[in-house]
């Protein structure tokens, strides 16, 4: 039973046909008049009767050169005939146009006279393809050209009005412990940065081998570890060797030891022939 009271309420329920400020509508008012003019239909525009013929061409992917006109007068009169349906407009150029493909068209139904007559022999659409071509050129230029960005459409200039205010440099707080911080830090950077002057020596190898033979003039055998003093350095020493040498190989001085890994004894070579002497003696 409840299943066919819901079926009946909603066969019965009637349909909102407008609201209205609020209140919905199931019922068309039967004193509801709408004016002719009420509904409005707003066709593409065009810029003139070769845009609009332009148009049906390209619409169609039609040969610009090889124009039906038959078809293409009956879609321009078509339109023609909406726009005054609608109650638009119509300007002259347009009954021209349409004029011009009437006479084409009445052309193209004529036979074509000779060959021999040029004038005669063109082509009645030529004249149309013409304006049609130059048309679409200068279209095609005025479209590129608004693509390009323009002020106040595009590119909206601006302005700022910028104020060179000085605001005053905050000083940084130093304190006690940051001056002696960078004190030790010069201070270190100076030991880094001192400079060293450096002398060149000057040892004369034939003043040492002057020196050596002094030492050698009490003619008794010296060890040759005397014949060194630590305290000149390393370039002493050397030095001190090489006279050494010098004098070895002069045969005025004489090394001598007497036993494998014993000390080396030196002495000059005069003293050694003076004690050679006695011996034999």
């Given at each position: ?16 046909t ?31 009767p070769?845009?609009l ?5 390209r ?5 610009i ?31 021209v146009m ?14 074509r006279?000779?060959?021999?007559d040029?004038?005669d ?7 149309l ?7 679409e ?14 002020l106040?459409r ?18 940084p ?19 880094r940065?001192?400079?060293?002057l ?9 003043e040492?081998?002057?020196i ?5 003039q009490s ?16 370039m ?14 002069d ?5 001598v030891?007497?036993a494998?890994?014993?000390?080396i004894?030196?002495?000059?070579a ?5 004690i050679?002497?006695?011996?034999n003696?």
């Open positions: 039973m409840s299943e066919n009271n819901s079926s009946d309420s909603l066969q019965t329920t009637p349909e909102v407008a609201i209205v400020e609020g209140k919905p509508f199931t019922d068309i008012p039967e004193d509801l008049f709408i004016p002719p003019d009420a509904l409005e239909v707003i066709l593409e525009s065009f810029e003139g070769l845009d013929l332009l148009y049906l061409i619409k169609q992917n039609m040969d050169l090889d124009i039906p006109v038959a078809i293409i007068t009956d879609q321009y009169m078509h339109y023609v005939e909406l726009m005054r349906a609608f109650k638009l407009d119509l300007a002259a150029e347009y009954l349409a004029a011009m493909l009437a006479e084409i068209k009445s052309r193209m139904l004529l036979p006279p000779d060959a021999s040029e004038e022999g063109e082509d009645p659409r030529a004249a393809v013409r304006r049609l071509q130059e048309y050129r200068y279209r095609k230029v005025a479209e590129d050209i608004d693509e390009l960005p323009r106040d595009d590119i909206f200039v601006t302005a700022a009005d910028l104020q060179d205010q000085e605001q005053p440099i905050p000083l707080q130093v304190d006690l412990q940051a001056l002696v911080n960078a004190f030790e830090l010069a201070v270190e950077r100076a030991k940065n001192q400079n060293w450096i002398g060149r020596e000057v040892l004369s190898v034939r040492r081998m002057s050596v033979l002094d030492k050698l003619r008794e055998f010296l060890r040759l570890e005397e014949m060194f003093d630590p305290e000149e350095g390393r002493g020493l050397v030095v001190s060797f090489i006279a050494i040498l010098e004098l070895v190989k045969k005025v001085i004489v090394v030891q007497n494998p890994y014993s000390p004894h030196v002495k000059t005069s003293a050694i022939e003076v050679e002497e006695n011996t003696e």
